[in-house]
């Protein structure tokens, strides 16, 4: 199989939305007037992102889904993506599955594929993402105002929690065992809540390298500083039991877990809880904006968090 078979049977079922789709020197996309073109793009390697044996239709959902989360951190709604593909050889049955589980999270979240480039190589799988947002209402890292709470959707530290038993070093019980595996397999893409939240959010940032890290960047970019209630991090009852300083690593640190972090004034919690009902994700208030610089964990009354000795919660800088 070629170069062209290939992205002709694999890559290359037609886009609605997009002017022009595969098979030309560019893919063309109309844009509505009053909007502004959301892109971003980011790249899976093989070792470094996912391990060489996971499910190929697995790897085909997560490599879009975690380009997607970007645009729901803006507050953008999807329209069509590029794929770079290195690929080892052109193994029919990878592909198939890779595929399809690529084009499964394209319709679930109506983001066409338009385009893209296929080489020989070792596995490196590299999306870009388009989407479209109101003039102005684009929600970014810098907005976020001493007083606002901070806010986290869904759970975290599962998908963190998955790889570990991905690589053998936790055992879970078989609900609780694919849960994991599905959080860090399946990520789901906050767009629905991303969208709702504009207007009301005043910064926001998925969580991709964990809570510490990524809310760091919003209190980076914003100058200012925050305090966080470690006890109100939402998490899965899995995760509740693994011992402490593993549970507090994945919970404040794994990374992965695709949910959204935000920071919206006290008096639009009315407005928070009901973007969250809306678009069917629990919301959680996990702390406070201040004035100042970095992030302080806190526990449930008020006294700094005496983290156990052997925590490890990644060597960032806010732990210094
Ligand atoms: P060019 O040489 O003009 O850049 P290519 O020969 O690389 O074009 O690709 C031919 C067509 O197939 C283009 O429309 C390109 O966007 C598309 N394409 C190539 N690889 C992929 C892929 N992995 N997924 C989707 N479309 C692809
Ligand atoms: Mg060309």
């Known amino acids: 199989m070629g170069e062209f078979d290939l992205i002709e049977r694999y890559f290359s079922r037609p886009s609605k939305r997009a002017a022009l789709g595969v098979g030309d020197d560019c893919a063309l996309l109309a844009i509505r007037p009053g909007h502004e073109l959301a892109i971003s793009t980011d790249m899976l390697v093989c070792g470094r992102h996912f391990l060489s044996d996971v499910a190929p239709a697995a790897l085909g959902w997560k490599s879009l889904a975690v380009n997607l989360s970007d645009l729901a951190a803006m507050g953008a709604e999807p329209m069509a993506f590029t794929l770079a593909l290195a690929l080892p050889a052109a193994d029919e049955d990878w592909l198939e599955a890779f595929s399809d589980g690529l084009y499964d999270c394209a319709a679930r979240y109506a983001c066409e594929l338009v385009g893209g480039d296929t080489t020989s190589g070792p596995l490196n799988i590299c999306i870009a993402v388009y989407g479209e947002v109101p003039l102005r209402t684009a929600v970014r890292r810098a907005g976020a105002k001493v007083g606002d709470d901070i806010w986290v959707s869904g759970e975290l530290g599962s998908a963190a929690l998955g790889l570990r038993v991905r690589q053998g070093a936790v055992v879970l019980p078989d609900e609780a065992h694919q849960q994991a595996i599905n959080a860090l397999e399946r990520p789901i893409p906050r767009l629905a809540l ?53 549970r507090l690593y994945c919970l404040l640190a794994g990374g992965d877990d695709y949910e959204l972090c935000f920071t919206a004034p006290p008096d639009l919690q009315e407005a928070v809880q009901r973007a969250g009902r809306e678009a ?11 004035a100042g610089r970095g992030l302080e964990f806190e526990n449930s009354g008020g006294t700094p968090y005496r983290f156990p000795t052997g925590t490890n919660l990644g060597g960032f800088d806010h732990f210094g």
Do not use: C
């Not at 005043?202 to 990524?214: E, F, P, R």
């Not at 959680?284 to 904006?289: E, K, L, S, V």
């Open 194 to 246: 991303g969208r709702d939240l504009r207007g009301i959010a005043t910064a926001m940032i998925d969580i991709s390298d964990g809570l510490a890290s990524d809310l760091g960047h919003i209190l980076a970019a914003s100058r200012v500083a925050g305090r966080v209630s470690v006890d109100a991090v939402p998490q899965s009852q899995f995760l509740s039991r693994q011992p402490e300083a593993l």
């Open 280 to 290: 069917g994700v629990a919301l959680a208030r996990i702390g406070m904006i201040e």
